[in-house]
């Protein structure tokens, strides 16, 4: 794998990315990204663990300009529109991600949706990765 954009957010175990989330020993809230409090109580005990990476498509949009750089790296000019989506980890956390479909027609609510690597370029030519979440179709949800 390529180095993470942000190795905070991301894992591999046993060969496949997860997004790393936190969950709070007080109360078991889940959230992502991981922070110093929980967001529900306030409390500091956090215990990293990682996330589930299948889910359901929560919400969605399709970006169409170009988001401003930096940090996005590509000039307006190469600006392709990309989808950006809600994914709900069932029984975890609704997580935002960049989708690898942005074709309205395919995307819709409730669809199931599997974690993947994404390589995005950086500002030194080389790539990193990052993660998206991809339709899932034929999986029996
Ligand atoms: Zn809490």
Not at 21 to 42: K, L
Not at 85 to 113: F, K, W
Request: aromatic fraction near 8%.
């Amino acid at each position: 794998m390529d180095n993470p954009v942000d190795p905070t957010l991301m894992d591999l175990a046993d060969g496949r990315l997860r997004l790393r989330g936190g969950r709070c020993a007080a109360c078991d809230e889940i959230h992502f990204p991981v922070g110093t409090a929980c967001p529900r109580c306030g409390g500091d005990d956090i215990r990293v663990e990682p996330l589930a990476d299948e889910g359901v498509l929560w919400s969605w949009t399709v970006q169409r300009f170009p988001p401003p750089s930096p940090p996005y790296v590509p000039s307006a000019a190469e600006f392709t529109p990309f989808g950006l989506g809600y994914v709900e980890l069932p029984g975890q956390v609704i997580v935002e991600s960049l989708l690898t479909e942005c074709d309205p027609a395919r995307l819709h609510i409730g669809m199931p949706m599997r974690l993947v690597e994404f390589s995005v370029p950086t500002e030194s030519g080389e790539t990193a990765v990052t993660f998206a979440f991809t339709p899932w179709e034929g999986h029996a949800s």
